[in-house]
């Protein structure tokens, strides 16, 4: 039986938004483009901004940071400027959870527990990247577990950064070319998974990533209030039209922001039950 995540609580008042899966890397400059003008309008409305996992395509360590390839020399001088005006925090995500302290350190943000339970000044939610929640991909779980596991990561870091590298390009070919071969419900979170954990934190709504998947969801019949927010991913490079997105929370309302060809919000989740606010 898991344990309740009540050490894991944070209280963040004022705006806060939060974005995921931007997967920044060498892979995507177009991307990479997009989401540093999105961390300027975020320093200008935002108070608080929460990078839900999957910020890097890949994170071998964050020794990467003390001679940083072009690319991650630029992504980190964003980081920076923007977390000089308003407050920046990092969840790990599937591809990046090597992200450690020095990185946080060096961009002066805040690494967050790989599960939280945050409160803002209208919500409460449980934040997570998501990963852990696709219970029914059970090779991706097993994989997990390893890549997690102390000693495996021990025998990692006494790797070189270009062995190292070399690995990390193994495995994401390896995980796309199996991905190929899995159903579209086996990558998704697994409701029952989802259900427990926010019944175990007697949380009902639960915000996370990962999926691709950007989504309003109730969960069931049974559980009226229980929600889960999907985020968006970031794509410029690969896709057509391109796809990005965050979620700005309010005294007020949770808003799914989603910046398709025409750059309109897309849609508008209502705040909780007690505090009704109308869909958009
Ligand atoms: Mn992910």
Known sequence: M???????????????????????????????????????????????????????????????????????????????????????????????????????????????????????????????????????????????????????QALFYSLSLKSRQRIANFFRKRSKAAGQHKTYQITDVNAGACLDIMLLNNQPTLIHGHTHRPALHHLDAQHPDYRRIVLPDWEFDHSQPPRAGWLSITSEHITLHRQGHDDLLCGVVSAPPQQQQANV
Request: proline share 4%; glycine share 6%.
């Open 2 to 152: 898991k344990a309740p995540l009540s050490l894991n609580k944070r209280a963040l008042r004022g705006t806060v938004w939060l974005a995921a899966d931007i997967h920044l890397g060498p892979q995507g400059p177009h991307t990479a483009a997009a989401f540093y003008q999105f961390l300027e309008q975020a320093a200008d409305a935002c108070e608080h901004l929460i990078l839900v996992g999957d910020i890097f395509n890949a994170w071998i360590g964050d020794e990467q940071i003390r001679a940083p390839e072009p690319w991650l020399h630029t992504a980190l001088q964003h980081l920076q400027q923007f977390s000089q005006r308003k407050k920046l925090y990092l969840v790990r995500g599937n591809r990046d959870f090597l992200i450690g302290k020095e990185l946080a350190t060096f961009l002066q943000a805040e690494l967050l527990p790989d599960q939280l339970i945050l409160h803002t000044d209208a919500f409460e939610f449980l934040l997570m990247h998501g990963d852990e929640l696709c219970t029914d991909d059970h090779s991706y779980q097993r994989f997990r577990r390893i890549v997690r596991h102390k000693l495996t």
